[in-house]
């Protein structure tokens, strides 16, 4: 379960899509269709760095196309040949920091004409935030630029290759390409028709420095909070037995609070978890750390992971991690054998402030950043800064405020996009990650819903729709329902007119469906209505058995 969790994260942690370069060129084309093809390296008004035949993993042939931005955004189409073509184009949002071509090839199978770019660098020479060092027109790509650019290239291409414009035009992306998509529909409402918007970490700048604060709360004091035991005196922690004990624990108080053991919570925000009572029977004897029970120390740390930081004032900056989300929190924000003693907030997020926070940036991040007693020097060429001299007073001073206005996308006026231009968006968000607080894209959806609809909140579903998937993670993984097509029901809502009440979702084990159920638009939930007495026999976890009240 351990090496599931930590293969997960480092899944979200990259790109929510599918990566790589296209395979060799076959000869499935015929010769009009590889000469229609390489015709587009001469369109005239676009940098086209290549164009040509290639072919999906599991041998769809389609036309490649590559091209340059400027100043350094790279760009990418997969063009379906003419007679596979849908009429349809896709934007493929992104995941983590970018800097690389991601390719979506079971959408280009579908039909789809998809396009991608690396958001305006390259992490193989910049990795991590380190691209936007004292690099504005980065942030400005990064932030916004890049995404327009790209889709508004590859429509060009779209109409030169099919010599029409596409019938319909889709946004599809999780964690930052659930930013990138609410983006487009604050600042580009006319480049899509409908919108998959999944995990948003559109409250950029405020979830980063919270994601650095509780890194600080693990590692300060030389470790005396952090939810792990070093069993052999190495130095280094090699027991989880904690983070199981207090996982086990939030499902003892919270699971059954919808009516079924199913090892899910349905929703944290009815969950009354609280450390200090529900760890009470677990605490150590002498408050002396050992492997199987909790310090004072530690007990506050589960406290301040639920809650999220408040400023020296007491105003909260942003939420803390979801009741329920436990299990991930081992992966990102302890270093463990697991993870190679490198958790993934660190790489994630360690150097964020470093290069993204900041009008000016502070300076460079030192080639260690697991080790916060390290010296780093301020006064070197460049300086140096780490993320353990961050104080989060820092985002309520609005020393963040200038990015900010560059990467965040949190206005809740929606009105050019929703009404004006009749979009339709489709936001969804697991009830347990770990890595991108949900509780703030619930709020932003009612914000929503008062701004662009008046408080209304049928009119608002008419034209935006949120589901919370109990028990999943970031973007997909957990022990709830994580899977289902994320595109379709978009598609059938904007071309058929047929709203989702429902995402049918499924949970896998082994390739074998073990639950399934509807997860319901907002602000209706699933509700078991299935044989009296059997909410809790896994066989009786059907679609058929929930409905939504």
């Known amino acids: 379960m351990r090496q599931t969790v930590i293969a997960f994260l480092l899944f979200g942690l990259m790109v929510w899509g599918q990566s790589g370069e296209p395979a060799a060129q076959t000869s499935s084309a015929t010769a009009s269709e590889r000469a229609s093809c390489e015709a587009l390296g001469q369109t005239r008004n676009l940098t086209i760095t290549y164009a040509g035949i290639a072919s999906t993993q599991d041998g769809t042939t389609y036309c490649y196309v590559k091209g340059i931005l400027p100043p350094a955004i790279q760009f990418h189409v997969q063009l379906p040949l003419p007679a596979r073509w849908n009429g349809r184009f896709i934007t493929?949002?992104?995941?983590?920091?970018?800097?690389?071509?991601?390719?979506?090839?079971?959408?280009?199978?579908?039909?789809?004409?998809?396009?991608?770019?690396?958001?305006?660098?390259?992490?193989?020479?910049?990795?991590?935030?380190?691209?936007?060092?004292?690099?504005?027109?980065?942030?400005?790509?990064?932030?916004?630029?890049?995404?327009?650019?790209?889709?508004?290239?590859?429509?060009?291409?779209?109409?030169?290759?099919?010599?029409?414009?596409?019938?319909?035009?889709?946004?599809?992306?999780?964690?930052?390409?659930?930013?990138?998509?609410?983006?487009?529909?604050?600042?580009?409402?006319?480049?899509?028709?409908?919108?998959?918007?999944?995990?948003?970490?559109?409250?950029?700048?405020?979830?980063?420095?919270?994601?650095?604060?509780?890194?600080?709360?693990?590692?300060?004091?030389?470790?005396?909070?952090?939810?792990?035991?070093?069993?052999?005196?190495?130095?280094?922690?090699?027991?989880?037995?904690?983070?199981?004990?207090?996982?086990?624990?939030?499902?003892?108080?919270?699971?059954?609070?919808?009516?079924?053991?199913?090892?899910?919570?349905?929703?944290?925000?009815?969950?009354?978890f609280e450390p200090g009572r529900d760890l009470a029977a677990m605490r150590c004897a002498g408050d002396k750390n050992a492997d199987e029970c909790f310090t004072t120390a530690q007990i506050q740390t589960v406290r301040d992971f639920h809650a999220g930081p408040r400023d020296s004032a007491g105003r909260p900056i942003y939420s803390g991690k979801p009741i329920g989300s436990e299990a991930q929190w081992s992966g990102l924000f302890i270093p463990h054998p697991g993870n190679r003693f490198s958790p993934g907030a660190v790489g994630l997020g360690g150097d964020h402030l470093n290069y993204l926070f900041y009008d000016e940036d502070p300076g460079v991040a030192p080639a260690n950043m697991l080790d916060p007693s390290s010296p780093v020097d301020p006064a070197a060429i460049p300086p140096e800064w780490a993320w353990w001299n961050f104080d989060i007073n820092d985002v309520t001073a609005g020393k963040g405020d200038v990015m900010s206005r560059i990467t965040d996308a949190t206005d809740s006026d929606l009105s050019r996009f929703l009404v004006d231009n009749d979009g339709k968006l489709l936001l969804y968000h697991g009830w347990a990650d770990g890595l991108v607080a949900p509780q703030p894209t619930l709020a932003y959806y009612h914000e929503v819903v008062k701004t662009t609809f008046g408080g209304d909140m049928s009119a608002g579903r008419a034209r935006a729709r949120l589901f919370m998937v109990l028990g999943m993670g970031h973007c997909r993984g957990g022990n709830g329902p994580d899977t289902w097509d994320r595109l379709r029901p978009l598609v059938d809502w904007v071309e058929r007119g047929v709203a989702p009440d429902a995402l049918i979702a499924t949970h896998l084990t082994d390739g074998v469906v073990d639950n399934e159920r509807p997860v319901c638009a907002v602000p209706q939930r699933a509700v078991y209505t299935g044989p009296a007495g059997g909410a809790d026999d896994r066989a009786n976890w059907v679609q058929g058995n929930f409905t939504c009240q």
Not at 105 to 116: F, K, L, P, S, T
Request: proline share 3%.
């Open 92 to 272: 493929w949002g992104d995941g983590g920091k970018d800097g690389d071509l991601d390719f979506a090839d079971h959408r280009v199978g579908e039909g789809y004409a998809v396009a991608n770019s690396n958001t305006g660098h390259d992490s193989g020479a910049e990795p991590g935030s380190s691209f936007a060092y004292e690099n504005r027109q980065a942030e400005i790509d990064f932030g916004y630029r890049a995404v327009h650019l790209t889709t508004v290239a590859a429509k060009t291409l779209v109409g030169g290759y099919y010599d029409r414009s596409p019938d319909y035009a889709y946004f599809e992306g999780c964690s930052t390409g659930g930013r990138q998509g609410l983006m487009e529909a604050q600042r580009y409402p006319d480049d899509f028709d409908g919108i998959v918007a999944g995990a948003p970490a559109n409250h950029y700048q405020a979830m980063n420095a919270v994601r650095v604060w509780l890194l600080q709360r693990m590692f300060r004091d030389d470790f005396a909070g952090a939810l792990a035991f070093d069993t052999d005196g190495d130095g280094r922690f090699d027991s989880l037995r904690k983070m199981e004990m207090l996982a086990d624990a939030v499902l003892a108080v919270c699971d059954r609070h919808d009516g079924i053991a199913d090892g899910v919570i349905d929703d944290p925000a009815r969950c009354d």
